[in-house]
């Protein structure tokens, strides 16, 4: 195997590796328990065959209130994708800023895909002090978006995250950042946690992704 299919391999496995470690009781027993539970039947004459439930219809169930009592799917894909910004491969960065002094618009180089995120870099350094960071984030349509901030340190640990809310189907998103004094970068993620029109199907032969448009300024 080269080592692109290495690299590959590893990364499409990173989301299945950090659920199983985070939620399983012991190791591997959360990806048993998504096949043991995601059996197909299908009629003896269909002409083709069932495709549902499948491991993610299954993870719906299971981790509700996984993280507090209300928290669902959409919250457990945002998490991991604020952890996988410090997960080796690290991911690719879709754009990395120096502080914005003036207010600068940015557009994902590529949209996302369901389940996949974005990640924007924001460097502090420069900053005066007690200055904020004011982003505001707009979406296409069809797609929902959930974004975070996260403070990290100059070794890149979170240490800090903030959610920017918006509503399940809306498509636009803001915040004001405070509190930046002594972190080194800040981290905008923005998370594709589904079409708003079905939930995420595997055996869905096109995935729909969505672009996204993001102002940052330094106040």
């Known amino acids: 195997m080269d080592g692109a299919s290495t690299s590959f391999g590893r990364g499409a496995s990173l989301f299945f590796d950090w659920i199983d470690a985070r939620f399983g009781v012991r190791p591997g ?18 002409w083709q065959w069932a495709a549902s439930p499948t491991g993610f219809d299954v993870l719906r169930v299971s981790l509700k209130g996984a993280l507090w009592q209300s928290s669902g799917f959409d919250d457990v894909l945002v998490r991991f994708a604020v952890a996988r910004a410090s997960m080796h491969p690290l991911p690719r960065v879709a754009w990395h800023l120096p502080w914005p002094k003036v207010a600068r618009r940015i557009a994902a180089p590529e949209p996302v895909a369901p389940l996949g995120a974005s990640y924007v870099l924001v460097d502090h350094g420069g900053a005066p002090v007690g200055a904020r960071l004011r982003l505001e984030a707009q979406w296409e349509d069809y797609g ?66 969505h672009g996204w448009l993001l102002t940052i300024e330094g106040q």
């Open 29 to 46: 027993v959360l990806l048993l328990g998504m096949w043991a539970l995601a059996p197909t039947q299908t009629p003896p004459h269909a």
């Open 144 to 209: 929902r978006m959930r974004w975070i901030i996260a403070k990290l340190d100059p070794a890149g640990r979170v240490l800090a995250d903030i959610p920017i809310v918006s509503l399940d189907r809306g498509t636009h998103a803001s915040l004001t950042v405070d509190g930046l004094d002594g972190i080194d970068r800040v981290l905008v993620v923005a998370e594709n946690v589904g079409s708003t029109d079905h939930e995420f199907d595997p055996n869905q032969r096109e995935w729909e992704p």
